[in-house]
């Protein structure tokens, strides 16, 4: 099975949906998979953590998983500097990553990171400010809430996700021309946000679709649990962002929500995610 990746990747929902039922978690020994970045021009941080995510499940199926580097070199370098190649050979990966140079770390606050337990998500958190104080990127008030962002997103993903792989996630510090932005990542490989709220009995029975499951989880004190003081973190990141410059984008099982504060909430049915993926990004 081959995989062709868009040109320009932002994240897995701009796949063309030519294998919509092809789950990694579920599926069963068979044919390689290969994943084509070849004609990339640029990779976003959501789609290299799907490659990510993709990748390991897939080979935690037992499947053999081929990663094709981007031909733009400086496409390339940058998955090279955020560990995407590193991870998945880690794994057992097939990545001819002949010629990539390192890159620089410079504008990533974290590359991409394990995250495997409320200790780690502490850990990478505390890491996060230091490096991002270390280099002096973005104002000192900002790098405190994109911190708390990614702590949030990635204490959700630990306790909530039951992931296979484990969770990864990073933080970067770009400026594309229209001002310096954090952006902050988490992804997971486990059942996703419909199954976990079915774990709540008050809400069996009445999550259909991913992308309603997605917006009920950015609702206050929903939870797939029946503890009335949780299902705050998320809530509470969403209304963090929905402000001026400010973009969320939650991305789980064929569901998408799409939230900045320009626009309403986009939620729709969208190609696979095999687990979830939450990426905010905000003004540095």
């Given at each position: 099975?081959?995989?062709?990746?868009?040109?320009?990747?932002?994240?897995?929902?701009?796949?063309?949906?030519?294998?919509?039922?092809?789950?990694?978690?579920?599926?069963?020994?068979?044919?390689?998979?290969?994943?084509?970045?070849?004609?990339?021009?640029?990779?976003?941080?959501?789609?290299?953590?799907?490659?990510?995510?993709?990748?390991?499940?897939?080979?935690?199926?037992?499947?053999?998983?081929?990663?094709?580097?981007?031909?733009?070199?400086?496409?390339?370098?940058?998955?090279?500097?955020?560990?995407?190649?590193?991870?998945?050979?880690?794994?057992?990966?097939?990545?001819?990553?002949?010629?990539?140079?390192?890159?620089?770390?410079?504008?990533?606050?974290?590359?991409?990171?394990?995250?495997?337990?409320?200790?780690?998500?502490?850990?990478?958190?505390?890491?996060?400010?230091?490096?991002?104080?270390?280099?002096?990127?973005?104002?000192?008030?900002?790098r405190g809430t994109v911190a708390e962002a990614f702590a949030e997103l990635g204490m959700n993903a630990v306790q909530h996700s039951e992931s296979a792989v484990g969770a990864f996630g990073m933080i970067q510090y770009y400026d594309l021309g229209s001002g310096p932005r954090f952006a902050c990542v988490v992804a997971?490989?486990?059942?996703?946000?419909?199954?976990?709220?079915?774990?709540?009995?008050?809400?069996?029975?009445?999550?259909?679709?991913?992308?309603?499951?997605?917006?009920?989880?950015?609702?206050?004190?929903?939870?797939?649990?029946?503890?009335?003081?949780?299902?705050?973190?998320?809530?509470?990141?969403?209304?963090?962002?929905?402000?001026?410059?400010?973009?969320?984008?939650?991305?789980?099982?064929?569901?998408?929500?799409?939230?900045?504060?320009?626009?309403?909430?986009?939620?729709?049915?969208?190609?696979?995610?095999?687990?979830?993926?939450?990426?905010?990004?905000?003004?540095?």
């Amino acid at each position: 099975m081959v995989v062709k990746a868009p040109e320009q990747f932002e994240h897995a929902g701009q796949r063309e949906a030519r294998l919509p039922k092809h789950d990694p978690r579920t599926a069963q020994a068979g044919d390689d998979v290969i994943v084509d970045l070849r004609a990339c021009s640029w990779v976003r941080p959501p789609a290299a953590l799907w490659c990510l995510i993709f990748g390991r499940l897939t080979l935690a199926s037992g499947v053999p998983f081929t990663l094709l580097v981007p031909d733009n070199i400086g496409v390339a370098t940058y998955l090279q500097a955020i560990g995407l190649f590193d991870l998945l050979k880690e794994a057992g990966a097939n990545v001819d990553d002949r010629g990539v140079g390192k890159g620089s770390q410079g504008q990533i606050g974290v590359p991409l990171t394990k995250i495997a337990s409320e200790r780690d998500v502490e850990d990478v958190t505390n890491l996060a400010l230091e490096q991002l104080e270390a280099r002096q990127l973005g104002a000192p008030n900002r790098r405190g809430t994109v911190a708390e962002a990614f702590a949030e997103l990635g204490m959700n993903a630990v306790q909530h996700s039951e992931s296979a792989v484990g969770a990864f996630g990073m933080i970067q510090y770009y400026d594309l021309g229209s001002g310096p932005r954090f952006a902050c990542v988490v992804a997971d490989g486990g059942v996703g946000i419909m199954a976990s709220l079915e774990r709540n009995p008050a809400l069996q029975g009445k999550v259909f679709y991913d992308w309603d499951a997605i917006a009920m989880a950015m609702q206050e004190r929903v939870s797939g649990t029946a503890d009335p003081t949780r299902g705050i973190g998320l809530y509470a990141i969403a209304e963090e962002l929905r402000r001026p410059k400010h973009h969320l984008l939650i991305h789980s099982g064929i569901g998408l929500v799409s939230q900045s504060e320009e626009l309403e909430a986009d939620a729709r049915r969208t190609p696979l995610f095999p687990g979830t993926l939450a990426y905010a990004t905000l003004p540095a």
